[in-house]
């Protein structure tokens, strides 16, 4: 079983950057494919970014390719995601999921993650 808490989240003007946090409790963590996604009001939640267990596998939405990063370390069995350049829609709930140490490879869909955090919100204002 893992627990993943998010942590970063605030109130940031349009250009501005946040880096966002999801700490993990669970040895399994380190051998997660680990993924951040996002939901805005009235839409539906959709992929950001996610990284493998390695780090050695980075996907990105082509919405965020260039301004975000996601990084690892499974030392601190945390996964962060470095925000920049924000926009207003960027404005979101952010979600830490992780897929279960078996199922390898990076994935886009929801359904591909088993472990799912509380969310924080980024706010960007214009």
């Known amino acids: 079983q893992v627990q993943l808490v998010e942590a970063g989240g605030g109130l940031v003007q349009a250009g501005g950057s946040l880096r966002l946090s999801c700490a993990a409790s669970?040895?399994?963590?380190?051998?997660?494919?680990v993924g951040w996604f996002r939901q805005a009001p009235g839409k539906e939640r959709e992929f950001v970014t996610a990284?493998?267990?390695?780090?050695?596998?980075?996907v990105y939405a082509d919405s965020v390719k260039g301004r975000f990063t996601i990084s690892r370390d499974n030392a601190k069995n945390t996964v962060y995601l470095q925000m920049k350049d924000l926009k207003p829609e960027d404005t979101a709930v952010y979600y830490c999921?992780?897929?279960?140490?078996?199922?390898?490879?990076?994935?886009?869909?929801?359904?591909?993650?088993?472990?799912w955090g509380q969310g924080t919100q980024v706010t960007v204002s214009s």
């Open positions: 999921a992780a897929r279960a140490s078996l199922r390898v490879g990076v994935r886009r869909d929801t359904d591909e993650y088993d472990y």
């Open positions: 669970g040895r399994a963590f380190s051998s997660s494919v």
């Open positions: 990284i493998s267990w390695s780090g050695g596998s980075l």
